[in-house]
């Protein structure tokens, strides 16, 4: 699958492949010591800098006070 940007397709596979060798070398052997950081973070960027390009970040803002991400210990909304 493409990034949201063709100039982000190169991070993408870069961080996709990164993930996958941790997930299958480390994680699956009980390895949870983070990796990959690096270029997460410029592919973040990357990602980013085309959804303010497409005028999508206001829309992504909207839909976060429309519907905001509960955290994981939050059961106040479910009482």
């Known amino acids: 699958m493409t ?3 063709p100039e982000c397709n190169e ?3 870069q961080y996709d492949d990164c993930f ?3 997930y299958a ?3 699956l052997q009980g390895d949870t010591s983070p ?4 270029i997460f973070t ?3 960027a990357c990602i980013w800098k085309a959804i303010k390009e497409k005028n999508l ?3 992504i803002s909207d839909a976060r006070k ?3 991400f509960n955290a994981a210990n939050d059961t106040s909304s479910n009482t």
Do not use: G, H, T, V
């Open 42 to 44: 410029l592919y973040r």
């Open 3 to 5: 990034s949201i940007s």
């Open 11 to 13: 991070l993408k596979k």
């Open 25 to 27: 070398n480390k994680f």
């Open 35 to 38: 990796a990959c950081e690096q």
């Open 66 to 68: 429309e519907k905001p």
């Open 20 to 22: 996958n060798k941790w």
């Open 57 to 59: 970040d206001q829309l």
